[in-house]
């Protein structure tokens, strides 16, 4: 698990490494990969990271929104994504991500990996 | 027609495909020397990124066996006594690197042009960075350096042709950037060559850094390859870091440009 993590950590930091590196992700989000399904409510379409909200609906019917990282906007149009692509069209979407480590003291960000939309179509974000 | 002339005509019209070819790959502007105006992709340092398809279902990593990024081993040596300095700014990275922070990479870290547009007199590199858009004018009319002015993270450039090359030479720089992001910090003394060439869609960008109080030799950058491309560069989005006042573990990692 241990050098599975550091290859994945590579990998994410390598990717972000575009134009003059910045901090590796692991340094905020752990090794775990859970699956949340909710509603993109907006994107941040910023860098160094790319922010995608997400509610996620609890059995109390609570609504949690989760603040998902994702990849710089140069990598995203490699792949010919856009806001309203990522954002998708309303329907549930579930999401693999990393959640952030305990002691940032953020519980509900994390790091994406996969969105797996309604239709079944899906965008890889990082490897997994 | 006999087969004399078929054949002439056949050589004629072979010809006629083979001379826009030849143009394609020296291109020249109207001075005779080399045209490098174009949009140059570089990857935006994501060269490494293959995207795959598949219908409405995109892979951006770990779906193809995309080119490798450079491994670390691109880096300045330095003089004896700062590899200590070097080392501690790389252990502090968190808290010691600009670009982490949205600034300038500054050059040679912000890497080749991604446009360029040339005239007789100046030529113009933009950059669409991730921490914003830059600019360089580089003027080529023979006028010395300006130094009257506060220094800058991408420094003061003027340009000459050798042969079919572009040199651009940039001085007075601040010291608020790093070589690479490993702690290689520079002085304002810091000048950078950078030697740029053309051949067909195919521009290479060599770059050396000076500043020789610190560096045990000038230290020539790992080349790099760019492609033209009809893919216009776009404003940059903001850059604003989130993550920083999170972060638990002081992790930094290897520059792949």
Known sequence: MYYKSLTVAAALFLAAGWASAHHSVAAVFGNEIIELTGVITDMDWINPHTHIYLDVTQED??????????????MLRK?????????????????????????????????TKRLTYADGHYYVLSAE | ????????????????????????????AADGHPDLSGTWDNGSGVDFVEAVFDGDSVCLRGCAAGPQPT???????????????VADLEERQVDEDTVLRCFSPGLPRI??????????????????????????????????????????FLGDAIGWWEDDTLVVESVNFNDDTWLTDDGSFHTTDLKVIERI?????????????????????????????????DDEILE???????????IVENLHHDNVR
């Open chain 1, 79 to 111: 792949g010919g994504l856009t806001k309203a692509k990522i954002i998708g069209d309303g329907r549930p979407v579930t999401a693999r991500v990393q959640p952030a480590r305990p002691e940032t003291g953020t519980p509900y960000r994390a790091y």
């Open chain 2, 71 to 85: 491994q670390r081993g691109d880096r300045p040596t330095y003089k004896p006594e700062y590899m200590a300095k």
């Open chain 1, 61 to 74: 019917g609570s609504v949690i929104t989760w603040e998902l990282e994702s990849s710089p906007t140069a």
């Open chain 2, 236 to 246: 940059a989005p903001p850059c604003i870091d989130r993550d920083l006042d999170h």
């Open chain 2, 111 to 152: 890497g080749p042009p991604d446009k360029i547009v040339q005239t007789p007199n100046e030529i113009i590199f933009l950059y669409d960075d991730y921490t914003g858009n830059y600019f360089r004018v580089v003027p080529m009319d023979g006028r010395p350096h300006r130094i009257d002015v506060e220094p800058g």
């Open chain 2, 197 to 229: 060439s053309r051949d067909g869609d195919t521009l290479q960008w060599l770059a050396t850094a000076h500043d020789p109080e610190i560096l045990a030799e000038p230290w020539e950058l790992r080349p790099r390859i760019a492609q033209l491309t």
């Open chain 2, 1 to 28: 027609m006999n087969i004399r002339v078929s054949r002439y005509l056949v050589t004629v019209v072979a010809s006629l495909w083979v001379v826009p070819t030849i143009a394609a790959e020296a291109p020249l």
